[in-house]
């Protein structure tokens, strides 16, 4: 800051007003006010860092006015006034976010020190608040985290393209976040009032596809009892998201590629044009361009929609993104629970880290929601998460989560889940090293081949032949809770 600081003097007496401006004009801009209406002027109009305000001015209540002064969005830093016998009135003051306050008399020394105190610490304070909101800028858009190098261009071109009216395509495998982007791009539209109206093409036949996107007339077809809208029309001056692109049928390709081109629809049954003004933005976990190739999709359509495509990388190639995600979905999930908070416990992350993630970061959430619910302590550990995890690519899982000690337990069994709990991980670590061959692990451990066995069998393990299973059979209870 260059230009010198400045200082709203506020008070109902003159001499107060003036021998404070008398004090203070040389190292600050000074403004005066008489009362609480003069002083939100100047707040309104003009820059002010600091406002020096009485607590009693006259009619009005300086702490209406502190309060008025801390809702503007560029509220100053407020340094109250007070008779000596009100001080707790003052201590009421900064309970209500003011800075500090100072007695009368007035020590004219001590006002100057306090007001310079107040200017650095609101430099401070602005400096942290721009930080933190680069950061956030940075690493998470309406939602979206990431702070991996491979999502940097991604943030970049979904703030750039969303206030233009391009078709977007979306590309990436289940999971990825597709449909969070998507959203993420019509709420930044700037059109935020506008509906966004999603509409999954896979899960509807041909016939009905077609009339959920443009609406059917009366009687147009066997069961069209009454005239219908379609999704193009609901979305009029909004979004509309075509979720599952690639499943399109031929036919209505060539009705949405007309949709596209033309801005115009046709109702089903109907051949009157109605005009639409909408944004669409596709996704689809398919290689269009592929399927382009096999003749399975329009060429015209598929250059129609990819205006403007992002690529949603899967999460093992983002892994450094794991921690900040894990760590958003435990504070979203153990809410949703009913449950507090709980940190990820040491041997958590690195199992995440190993493990390759086919359902991507909806596969994460739900691995966390798993671990949220199944712990009792102020961590998840990793036995608490899904069963595939603990030992990824391995050839033994965990049947079902192991029982935990309810949280009344006495502290004893408490810690004797603690070394059984070690015992385990020195198990699984010793199969991992041995790849799999218990006769080694046995060794590793010091211990019988038959012991392993029997822990194993303690331990709930079992034999799979499966190299990595499948997420939804994993024992995971994410998104069915
Ligand atoms: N970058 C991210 N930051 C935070 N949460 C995310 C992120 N990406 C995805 N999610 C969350 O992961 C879950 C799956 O995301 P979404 O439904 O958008 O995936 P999708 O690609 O549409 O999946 P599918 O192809 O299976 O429909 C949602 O709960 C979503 O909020
Ligand atoms: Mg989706």
Redesign the pocket.
Known sequence: MDDQATVLIVDDEKHTRDGLRLSLEDDFDCYVASNAAEAIEYLRNDRIDVMLTDLRLGEDDGMKLLEAALALPKAPVCIMMTAYGSVDTAVEAMRRGAYHFVTKPLNLDEVELLIKRALRSRTLEHENVALKQQVERKFSIE????QAEVMKPIMDTIQQVAPSRATVLIE?E????????ARAIHNLSGRPKANIVAVHCAALSPQILESELFGHEKGSFTGAQERRIGRFEQANGGTLFL?EIGEIDASTQVKLLRALGEQTIERVGSSKPISINVRVIA?T?RNLAKMVEEGKFREDLYWRLRVVTLH?PPLRDRKSDIAV?AD?FLKELAKANGKTYKALGDDALPAMMKYDWPGN??EL?SAIEHGVVMSNSSRVMLKHLPAYLLNPGGLWVRKTPAAEAPPEAAPQAKSDLDVEEAEHQLILTALQRSGNNRTVAAELLGMSRRTLQRKLKEMNMVRTHRRRMKPELGGSIGEGL
């Open positions: 939602g979206i985290l990431g990436g289940s999971g990825t976040g597709k449909e969070l982007v979720d996704a976990n949603l995600l958003h970061i909806r959430r």
